[in-house]
């Protein structure tokens, strides 16, 4: 378990600054995460890489020269949110265009494609690679729903080469997707991980027994056995591996590069028993080991598990993976680097938020919106570890957390916002960019749309009223809808928001008051919530566990309908009780 953190949801902040504290020679401090501390060559592409923190060394300890230009962190097992993959992005692009590298998880999906939109749209030229590397997580036939496991080291390697080399942004997305479509990996796993502050792990696998396929945010595997012998963990690994060769790869004479990754727990020297047999097996086959790499290269806390990953080589990414580079947790060949001037290595800092003119009335509604969201804040950490644990039943766990930092985050800004005499709209705005920031995440992504989506119907001009709040709501839905791709009965907020914004337009259009209205849609929310419990989840990283989720209700949903509850209080004057899971699953 994880035993040295102050407060958990600070961890991941904290991390980085320790990160680049002792890093210095090769990363600065960036708003959303870290970018090289030596100069780059003008007009190269930048390859900007991130995901959740809780697997160094990725994502931070592969940026350095011949590897990433930066690496945008999220919270712990939690996508980085849009704003911060833009400012590394702006921090790192070097005049070539940004190359954005991620695992292919829903939270990375959305948060780096709305970033990706924001550098096109300011004339940057970005593109984008998904790794779907791990075999265990969806058949063939669907490789693009696959997830991205310890697979990420080899496109990203090969991807900086080509940028190093001097490739064009068209050549170093081919390079990335020739190595992506060229790289297997599978897991296995004895233990589950455990977050900081959490009493346990977010999967357990019975004394003995072995899981199967997990993924590396505490998704549990697809399959348990006995615990093997190390070269019979070997001969499993190999065999899967070796039933899926890539289009256009002769076996007999083939060169891979073999990784034998540890999850956080599990010894150097247990990996290289297992690497023994590994090579044995590769050799018996006809294929040709170049540069192994054995040892904890992409982690998941302290998981007990390990990976096994094929990067089946051509002569051009053979080359490139053999390029020199120089990051704090990847290291070959000699690199020299210049360092960064004094100004240039501030760049990227975070500066205060521009406060808007707003009307009078508008100020004046300011303050009751601070207070619905500081009640939000109260039934969220009243309920943050029964949420992690409804999210770790078939998902990753990090829901409880994950809603935690993003609705701190909001209050603090809404606060700020609030002090500084911003109005409604202004307010939301301001909170909404927090949450999506501090979160990360899907849900953090979600809610980030849907507090902008409220703030800018209501605005700064007038005092909101009841029509201007049901039209945010509205727009809430509608976006999350098509930029998430959700539907109802897809087991997901989705099937709160859309019962809630349709009961809610209702009951205004009749002639409720807001606060009636609300009262009437919250009362729908919490029982749509408790119906997901139905539900098999058809989006998100629950989805290849959907079976385990039967008769729990859904994280996402859940927390909505606490959410619309607290605020319903709020509207009505009566903020003393408390609200639980238990009322509303």
Known sequence: MTRLFNEPAAFADEMIEGFVASHGRWVRRVSGGVARSTRSTPGSVALVIGGGSGHYPAFAGLVGQGLAHGAAMGNLFASPSAQQVYNVAKAAENGGGVLLGYGNYAGDVLHFTQA??????????????????????????????????????????????????????????????????????????????????????????????????????????????????????????????????????????????????????????????????????????????????????????????????????????????????????????????????????????????????????????????????????????????????????????????????????????????????????????????????????????????ALRSVGQSVGDSDRPNAAAVAAGIAEARRSIMDFGKAKVGDKTLVDVLAPFSEALTAAVQGGATLQEAWGAAATIAEQSAEATANLLPLMGRARPHAEKSLGTPDAGAVSMALIVRAIHNTLAGNTAGKISVKETA
Request: with cysteine; net charge negative; charged share 20%.
């Open 116 to 449: 990706q939109d924001k550098l096109r749209a300011e004339g940057i030229d970005c593109r984008s690679i998904a790794v779907t590397d791990d075999i265990s997580s969806a058949p063939l036939a669907d490789k693009h729903k696959r997830r991205g496991i310890a697979g990420d080291l080899t496109v990203f390697k090969v991807a900086a080469a080509a940028s190093e080399a001097g490739y064009s942004m068209n050549a170093v997305v081919e390079i990335a997707e020739r190595a992506n479509h060229r790289t297997r990996s599978f897991g296995v796993a004895f233990t589950g991980c455990t977050l900081p502050g959490a009493d346990h792990p977010l999967f357990s696998v019975p004394e003995g027994r072995m899981a199967v396929g997990m993924g590396i945010h505490g998704e549990p595997g697809i399959g348990e056995t006995d615990i093997p012998t190390a070269n019979e963990l070997a001969e499993l690994l190999v065999k899967d591996l070796l039933a899926e060769i890539p289009d256009g790869v002769q076996v007999q004479g083939a060169r891979v590069v073999p990784i034998l990754n540890g999850l956080g727990s599990v010894k150097y020297e247990e990996l290289f028993v297992v690497y023994r047999r590994v090579a044995q097996l590769l050799a018996e086959a006809g294929i040709e080991a170049v540069d192994p790499q054995v040892g904890e290269l992409v982690t998941s806390f302290d998981m007990a598990g390990t990976s096994l990953t094929l990067f089946w080589l051509d002569s051009e990414l053979e080359e490139l993976w053999l390029a020199p580079a120089d990051a704090p947790a990847f290291r070959r060949g000699a690199v020299s680097a210049q360092a960064l001037d004094a100004e240039q290595l501030t760049m990227g800092a975070e500066q205060q938020a521009v406060i808007p003119d707003a009307s009078e009335e508008s100020k004046a509604a300011a303050p009751g919106i601070l207070a619905a969201l500081t009640a939000a804040k109260a039934v969220i950490d009243a309920n943050v570890e029964e949420l992690g644990r409804i999210d770790a039943i078939a998902g990753d766990g990090d829901h409880g957390i994950g809603m935690e930092r993003g609705i701190h985050a909001a209050v603090a800004a809404a606060a700020g916002a609030v002090e500084r005499g911003a109005g409604a709209g202004t307010v939301l705005n301001l909170a909404a960019d927090a949450w999506a920031d501090k979160a990360g995440g899907t849900s953090g992504a979600l809610w980030g749309m």
